[in-house]
């Protein structure tokens, strides 16, 4: 292993906003730093076909407030192979790429990991999820925007619950984490939130309901994390309709429109963030962290701690909904 | 039949963005012209209970900006029958309400031209409908932002369906009506409208797909009018999933945020123009009829006419999405 | 003249949000119709520079929803010349280019007409400017965008209006047209707006000020159009901060925001259709003619009407205002 | 000092957007806790006039998605009298208000601590300022959703920017503190910040300017913190247009649409954090002191350390700005 001269990019797993802010920082503060980049399409799987670009200034000019990934996305089975890793690393030595930023959430980190491991490659990861469900940084890239396109259409449907006093059932990703589920239900003002970290809700949801939520109000949303563990929206709503049938009740699954939209202010603070620090590390001889934003402060966060370790819920936030939702 | 006095407004059926801007017109306008102005809650249901206020200028202050209705609306069985009416009826008698302007759709005017003609008294109708299928009026209330939010939600499904490349079936509101779809679809950019006024279309989704859309584009979006004509985007997506495996298929269902949110600078304009006009027209002796706005001028068209002609979707614009979807 | 096989695009003056729509339909009209497509760069200066190059369906993928002009836009003095018309004849020769769109407000058009006559090629104009001041065709591309853009302004300026109880005056573009201003002030329920075309508001500013608009508001916000004629906010702001000083007064100029931002439904639509109509125009022989729509239908406007007569304000417009004021 | 049974709330200074969610946070966390709760008008001028309402859980119903205040903000000169502070004194014991909930910014917050020394009130405070210059907490409510908002207009500015290759300078607010400015730089892609904080940044803007700042890009955008330190925005345009009269160079001043608006999920969070921690604080006895979250946990703050202290600019970020606006 030498000085690292070429840089490779790629963006894995589920899209989020802020990943071209990501991609941006990760250019600029390489050429910044004298490195040559190259940004690798369709994720890990670019590595296995040779879909490889090089990358100057101008390629990430006037991207950094656009959704998606210019990279492009996808999930690679190949690469949960050691044959399709094999391929890979060919390529990367074909290309001359000696190291490799790779944005996205647990499952990309994992693979991550194991590439690292296996061909002694300086990986960095940037943990880019919606989910927030990474460990080691107060927040994922593209949380804080699909947390804010929650509310907007959590704002749109209180419109027209309020006007037709009726009961909604919002169902948010999560992929089995509650952090937009909870912090969507207090940001909207909804009424209660379901989520897989506090079974204890259902209960709650239980005497919401028979303690006849209309006395004092005249609508009511309860958001739903999707998960295997709470069932979804669907699945309550049909047994308040099967148990209330006085209660007027809707369900909206706000599905993929969480993962777009313009970036938010603070997704584009902190992919450009990372995205410089991600430079720094390569330039430090950091290998195979992610990097993480805690208490303002850059940090490192090895693969396996960000991957392994369970981000919890803050217990105040489920007491600060319960509070407000009276 | 005397001069009018006091004039009772109330928003009747779907909630449309605007209809507050149309209750602010509506009261203003009566109050500039020496009018009281009394408000109905609950649309034809507030006929009944009684649930009714006195409107002041400040009562209809700041709340133009606002999606929903301030009046809270409902569908109200009672009102179906001759009975309800009596007592909606002996209602307007005793709060000395002697005119109605009603904001709802097709439902609601039908309401207020039976009660109007049982019970002569001047209803004038103000077309409040996201589905744009009143004839006689160029839009109606709520169809500018309602189409607007379908237009966002899709600009941000696109970010994802790009990054991933995906095939995406957009389901929007209409009920049997096409002009949410089509006119969302061209502005969205997207490859397919399915309307329930064009049945030919589906063939051309068959041959689209069967040509194989990838060839060109990276992803590809249908946005599909609810109807019980088309069956909705889940039944595509499950054709599509069958017969073309190969395709990556997602289904979204915008729902019930596309009733919601603030109102659109064309709706807020159309709406206050109609309010006003509706106070004008109650001065006039008119009486019974929908205010619309055809070609930029207000115009007073029967109920009987609103009601039951079908508005064409203009073909030009089916031929528009063809050409630029390519 | 034989028949057209290559068609030029370019955006020229103040850019609008849709222009890039228009290219898009423009573009792919044409090929859909079996034309060639040509990217003229910087309005008429590419013409001069001969900054210009083919444009393919994915060229103008995903642009629908961007605000600005891929294109670029410049105002060009040579292309006022003689000589420099004469140079872009030549390059559009060279480059087999035998129509050209222009895409921009009444310099732009005039321009257009000025270099069809000298030099017998068919030009045709699209209307892209937020000020709406284009006679011949209902609204140009980017005034709909350009009015909820000032709408979101004002409604958040109105926010902490009405928190502070201040009167605000808020300038907008227009250019010498009220439309922007007026329609502008109907939407966001400003008290007055004061426009090039009616002198008398002025007046009215000033009865309305003497009468105390405190009595029953608790803020007021006043539209202005930027114009020499009006003078500008700055200039009524501090008249009645002389005259008035117990008024809490702010301005504020809402300047270049105005004419970016994603495009919305309604100007994407009407770029969309007309940009498609520029192509069948050109199939039919037409030349030297703007399109504009009108009561919903394409039009072929020349030039000459489209430029020189002035687009009437609607005067009830100016009733609806002072009405619902109160 | 006895029990706190009844919490006066009231807001100060200039308004913030998230104020209404903290508001309702107060209130219904008081309410959950059994106080009584009054709202005071007009900050601390309520105090002193006794415009003050006794506050229910639906008074604060559906308003946190409002921006502004719904309890209206002034500056109060008597309030900064003893004289005026002995009537404000009066008010509160004849309401019966034995606490005080004070949402603002520094001069607000010194207000409270005066008041709550002279009579031994508990006075809680709560940071409500765009500008984030309130040590103590990371971040202020208001100051998220104004730099989105900020953000937003930058993104359309540089539509236009780019689309004419323009230099603009935009000043943001921030009154002596470069946080907006700074972010929202970073969060833009501005090629430069000038903050009252960092004067070399102006020696940088020099070198920026004189290095030929076309080379490879084609628009720029310097985001400048207002402030009698820099100068504000026009100052810099002015110097640049004599000293390079080649560079096309605009202004704009965002001005009050700033402090307005929806407020971000951020802020709605931190609010409804911040005012359900007020209501613990006075109920575990604290008091005058500020609540703020520091790294994600409630801590209190006492009013002269949140007041007198400066709140650093973390020099990492002015790097990151260097760094990526190459």
Do not use: W
């Amino acid at each position: 292993m030498g000085t690292v001269k070429c840089v490779g990019i790629l963006t894995s797993g589920g899209d989020a906003p802020g990943m071209n802010a990501a991609i941006r920082a990760v250019t600029r503060a390489a050429i910044y730093n004298g490195l040559q980049v190259k940004g690798i399409y369709r994720g890990y799987k670019g590595l296995i076909t040779g879909e490889i670009q090089e990358f100057k200034s101008q390629n990430v000019s006037n991207i950094i407030q656009l959704g998606g990934t210019i990279l492009k996305t996808a999930r690679c089975k190949e690469f949960l192979t050691p044959e399709g890793r094999k391929v890979a690393h060919e390529t990367m030595v074909k290309e001359g790429i000696d190291a490799l930023v790779v944005i996205g959430g647990d499952g990309s980190l994992t693979g991550a990991r194991i590439f690292a491991q296996e061909y002694d490659i300086p990986c960095i990861g940037l943990p880019g999820t919606i989910d927030n469900d990474l460990f080691g940084t107060d927040t994922t890239i593209g949380y804080d925007t699909a947390l804010n396109t929650i509310l907007e259409a959590v704002d749109k449907i209180r419109d027209t619950a309020t006007s037709h006093e009726r009961l909604f059932f919002i169902e948010v990703m999560g992929r089995d984490a509650g952090f937009l589920a909870l912090n969507g239900a207090i940001a909207s003002g909804a009424e209660a939130a379901i989520i897989p970290e506090c079974s204890t809700e259902v209960d709650q949801l239980e005497e919401f309901i028979k303690s006849g939520y209309r006395k004092s109000k005249n609508s009511s949303i309860v958001i739903v994390a999707e998960s295997e563990i709470t069932g979804g929206a669907m699945h309550y709503a049909e047994r308040v309709k099967n148990e209330y049938p006085q209660y007027d009740v809707r369900v909206t699954i706000l599905g993929h429109l969480q993962r777009g939209g313009s970036p938010s202010a603070h997704d584009r603070i902190l992919a450009s963030r990372l995205g410089a620090a991600s430079i720094d590390a390569i330039l430090e001889g950091q290998r195979n962290v992610m990097i993480g934003i805690e208490n303002d402060q850059v940090v490192y966060v090895p693969f396996t701690k960000a991957i392994k370790n369970d981000k919890p819920i803050n217990k105040e936030l489920v007491n600060v909904l319960r509070t407000l939702s009276i």
